[in-house]
């Protein structure tokens, strides 16, 4: 070897032991990539249901949150156009199951946001027109006022769960790393936002179409998956019901004869037990409602959380754990209310998507804009424990809010291919949070989680 390259490989060397831990290198940097790859073989990604930062982890104390118990009540009127009906604040404690389901379709986070179904698109591009967030109760006022008393409707959009209501996620907080902006990629309902974060795009579908059903396979773009075998990479989409299998969104998983890494859940206990899981496992959970694991109402809460600590449990537990970077993440925000604007962001494509509001206007969207923010945390050995993190910066060097394209930065970064589209060329990575030192005092397991009042 060349003295001078020995001399670099030194410095390189010095400079990844000198990084104590939770001290973040550069994102994007050679350095990082390497201390990424070096460490992380197997990245398992659960994506849960519809709920906000603000709502499920509005009650933790952590420093560096921003959420309404480390930064006041956040409030709306109860009408958008008449304040004389008086003001709601969210508070403390929230319902185990929500029994009406908030707006989450694209008009309906549109009045949530921006207090009308229809803004003004060319106002939002320009920056002239930001987001408020004022509209949560007002819709669910005009959605639900007729059959349950407002004051109940106005808790089940804008209260918050306390840290004793959700000791899992408590856990998980206190113990690893929690962003406190990311955003979901689409201002809208589940599939496509499922969609983004396997694919980088939702290839113009704004809504939960027929072309995500299994039996219709009607998603063309590349996803991960397809980047994954055919690098010969491994994975397996693990599901909870035959009815939520999100690599069944795409065609190529039918074409090309990998329907059969599609498996129910109780193989990735054993395959956890067994050491035996993929590089890359994606876990769906039921979807939606009484019984369902997946925290969207009207599941419990207290359902969710037990899923979750089992997950984590078996994870923890497997041969495989020291090298595991497990990534608990949110589709979308459900409707529940959440004080932080959803920022701009770069088109995956050139495709719109137009749907009839409520009112019955038509509005077109482009997909220049995220969501709400949503809970995401990671966890692993090679995390810094109880860490917050804020914004995060893409390789053009800006600073911007995280969102679910920065999963597939990331692993782009992990398993070598180009960012799909550029929402996810324009998305900060995380390959900077992975440290160069193994925690030796990560929790065995998650506390027991009980289900409390299913209404407040
Ligand atoms: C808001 O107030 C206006 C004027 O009083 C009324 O017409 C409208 O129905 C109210 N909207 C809701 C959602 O209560
Ligand atoms: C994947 O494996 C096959 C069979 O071993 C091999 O022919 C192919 O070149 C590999 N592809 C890549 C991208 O490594
Ligand atoms: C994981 O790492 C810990 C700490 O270095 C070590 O004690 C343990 O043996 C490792 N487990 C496996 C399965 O490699
Ligand atoms: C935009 O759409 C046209 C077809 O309408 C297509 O030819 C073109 O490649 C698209 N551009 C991008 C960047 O996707």
Not at 218 to 242: A, C, D, M, P, V
Not at 248 to 261: E, P, R, V
Not at 316 to 324: H, I, K, M, V, Y
Request: proline share 7%; glycine share 8%.
């Amino acid at each position: 070897m060349h003295p001078s390259a020995l001399l670099g490989l030194l410095a390189f060397a010095a400079a990844v032991a000198a990084a104590p831990p939770g001290r973040h290198l550069d994102p994007h940097s050679s350095y990082s990539v390497k201390n990424l790859k070096s460490h992380i073989k197997n990245v398992v990604i659960l994506e849960m249901e519809n709920r906000s930062l603000d709502n499920l982890l509005g009650g933790q104390t952590l420093k560096g949150l921003e959420n309404p118990i480390n930064h006041g009540h956040y409030c709306n009127p109860y009408n958008l156009t008449d304040h004389s009906q008086g003001k709601v604040c969210s508070a403390a404690k929230d319902f185990d199951s929500i029994l009406d389901d908030p707006a989450h379709s694209v008009t309906g986070n549109n009045i949530e946001f921006y207090g009308t179904f229809t803004p003004d698109n060319a106002a939002i591009a320009s920056g002239k027109l930001t987001p408020t967030q004022q509209g949560f109760v007002h819709e669910q006022l005009r959605r639900y006022g007729d059959d349950v008393d407002k004051t109940e409707l106005a808790k089940q959009v804008l209260n918050y769960y306390t840290e004793d209501q959700v000791p899992v996620f408590t856990s998980l907080v206190q113990n690893y790393l929690t962003f406190n902006h990311w955003h979901s990629d689409h201002p809208g309902p589940t599939n496509p936002n499922r969609a983004y974060v396997l694919s980088g795009t939702s290839a113009g579908h704004g809504t939960n179409d027929a072309s995500f059903n299994s039996d219709v396979h009607g998603l063309t773009q590349r996803s991960i998956f397809q980047q994954l075998s055919e690098t010969n990479h491994t994975w397996k989409n693990y599901y909870t019901n035959t009815d939520m299998v999100d690599a069944f969104f795409f065609d190529w998983t039918f074409t090309s004869g990998n329907t059969d890494k599609a498996v129910p859940l109780s193989t990735f206990y054993s395959d956890a037990k067994a050491g035996t899981l993929p590089e890359f496992s994606f876990i769906d959970p039921s979807c939606c409602g009484v019984g369902t694991n997946s925290m969207h109402p009207t599941g419990l809460i207290s359902d969710g959380e037990i899923f979750i600590k089992n997950v984590y449990d078996a994870l923890r537990a497997s041969p495989q754990w020291n090298q595991t970077l497990f990534i608990l993440t949110f589709d979308e925000t459900g409707g529940f209310a959440d004080h932080v604007p959803p920022p701009l962001a770069a088109r995956p494509d050139n495709l719109t998507y137009t749907e009839t509001a409520p009112n019955g206007e038509k509005y077109t969207f482009s997909f220049d804009r995220l969501g709400g923010r949503i809970p995401t945390l990671l966890i692993s050995p090679w995390v810094g424990k109880g860490l917050v993190e804020q914004k995060g910066t893409n390789s053009d060097g800006e600073t911007v809010s995280y969102s679910a394209s920065s999963i597939l930065r990331t692993l782009g970064y992990l398993w070598d291919f180009d960012p799909f589209t550029p929402r996810v060329a324009t998305s900060a990575s995380f390959d900077h949070l992975i440290t160069n030192v193994q925690r030796g005092d990560t929790p065995v397991t998650l506390p027991q989680p009980k289900a409390f009042k299913v209404k407040a």
